[in-house]
């Protein structure tokens, strides 16, 4: 291989070769899904267009290789992660914290406010936990789980947990996601936070109008009681149902409050909820690590009980772990190849003629780019602001317009993507379809301002930090 690179001069990717080769690469990944082929091999697919593309270029396979191993590097901690929540899931079905969580909520939720609610409270775990899917696994279960129980859509549900999942994950500073952005643009990131609350917050409170009309509308005023009170008793009768439950959930808020590193939390909050686990519902030791492992499973005669606490577990995270291993490493083929840049600078950048159109094709951007490579956020917002620093800089615009441009579509487009890994995980953990993705409102809504505020210059700056005008 050494050999073939050395005798072949390396090719700079040209205009139309990089079109097509993006076309290519989007139409494989499109058409191998709709045609109802494995999401992971669809991405794989992906991956072997990206490796002919390479060496019709005459990349060095080596430098493909050192970008994939440093891919998988950078993208470690989330695997781990992913294998924490998997476990925290089982142990907290196991344990009787999500069925706790449910047994209360069905006592205290008006259908009325449900939707909204998921939206709030799912938005509150995220910003204190600075992860949205560990807000989709924990709150968000327990709303999807009462919703069972009323005759609100369990799309719009879903839609409403992910919208706050991503948007209390986009806010809090204790996000990878935040600190990427940030990081990547040379920017403070409270100064970050900040600048994201122009597109942010007014997307959340018209997000928030929408899901309180959209659950009035569907709940018509009632729980289905008999069903509701069937779930209840089921619970009861599996369970030991106490308020003291809750606090393995509420742990994992106290952990990002006093700022305790992901990873190290994450495995603090499965010791301290398999001892929960071990002393509240008598589950020993070895039947608990099952559950981690494999998932909680039970069998209550209850029809529709079981799908609700039959979840959880590392097994159920390994489709998300092989299909974000594989998208990881198409991300990091494709910028190998280098097939993005041209794209940008040769297609894109010359259509830049104003601020607004700046902030547009950025945005355009990062959604191309999380399209093609699976919902990959950290690829996405790293490549973008690569792309666009220099332009963005060249038009006396401040930094943090990027920074909060990038996060504005990189980051919450990740679970509108079909066949991406968060929204693999989002169908996994909650046992739904794709169908939830139109109702996920706030993620279409903050690019909505995004441009309102490029239009109008309310909330940018110039590199001097002074607000511009129209």
């Known amino acids: 291989m050494k050999e073939f690179d050395m005798n072949h001069e390396r090719k700079e990717p040209t205009t139309l070769f990089a079109v097509v080769s993006f076309l290519v690469i989007i139409a494989v990944l499109i058409i191998m899904i709709n045609m109802g082929c494995n999401t992971t091999l669809s991405v794989f697919s992906g991956v072997i267009v990206s490796v002919i593309t390479t060496r019709l270029l005459n990349i060095p396979w080596n430098e493909v290789e050192q970008n994939i191993i440093k891919t998988a590097a950078e993208c470690m901690p989330t695997f781990l992660i992913v294998i924490m929540v998997g476990m925290l899931v089982g142990i907290w079905m196991a344990g009787g914290t999500v069925p706790t969580l449910m047994y209360y909520g069905m006592q205290v939720v008006s259908p009325k406010i449900l939707v909204p609610l998921a939206f709030v409270l799912c938005a509150l775990t995220s910003e204190f936990t600075g992860t949205s899917f560990g807000s989709v696994a924990t709150m968000g279960l327990a709303m999807v789980g009462i919703a069972s129980t009323t005759s609100i859509p369990v799309p719009l549900v879903v839609g409403a947990v992910v919208s706050g999942a991503w948007l209390g994950d986009k806010m809090s500073p204790l996000s990878d996601t935040t600190n990427l952005a940030s990081g990547v643009s040379k920017v403070p990131l409270y100064d970050h936070i900040h600048s994201m609350q122009y597109t942010t917050l007014p997307a959340a409170v018209v997000a928030l109008v929408l899901f309180t009309i959209a659950g009035l509308y569907y709940s018509g005023g009632s729980m289905d009681l008999a069903q509701q009170k069937l779930i209840m008793d089921t619970l009861s009768q599996h369970f030991t149902i106490n308020i003291l439950l809750i606090l393995p959930a509420i742990l994992v808020i106290l952990i990002s409050v006093f700022k305790l590193p992901s990873l190290l939390g994450m495995g603090l909050a499965v010791v301290v909820s398999a001892i929960f686990a071990m002393v509240f519902q008598g589950v020993n030791f070895v039947d608990l690590m099952n559950y981690a492992f494999n998932g909680f499973s039970i069998e209550t005669g209850v029809s529709i009980v079981d799908p609700m606490l039959n979840r959880g577990g590392v097994l159920s995270m ?95 487009s990740a679970p509108i993507v079909p066949w991406g890994v968060a929204t693999i995980y989002v169908m996994g953990v909650l046992g739904c379809s794709t169908a939830y993705i139109p109702y996920a409102w706030f993620i279409f809504i903050v690019p909505v301002f995004s441009m309102i505020c490029a239009i109008t210059g309310i909330g940018v700056w110039d590199k001097e930090e002074k607000p511009v005008r129209k």
């Open 318 to 412: 390994s489709e998300l772990l092989v299909t974000f291993m594989v998208a990881s490493v198409m991300g990091a083929v494709i910028t190998s190849s280098g097939i993005l840049d041209v794209l940008a600078k040769n297609v894109l950048l010359k259509f830049i003629k104003n601020r607004t159109v700046l902030v547009f094709v950025t945005l355009v951007y990062c959604y191309i780019v999380n399209f093609l490579t699976a919902g990959g956020q950290t690829v996405s917002i790293i490549v973008t602001e690569q792309t666009f620093e220099s332009t963005y800089e060249d038009m006396n615009i401040s930094r943090k317009v990027l920074s909060r441009t990038l996060e504005d579509s990189g980051t919450l």
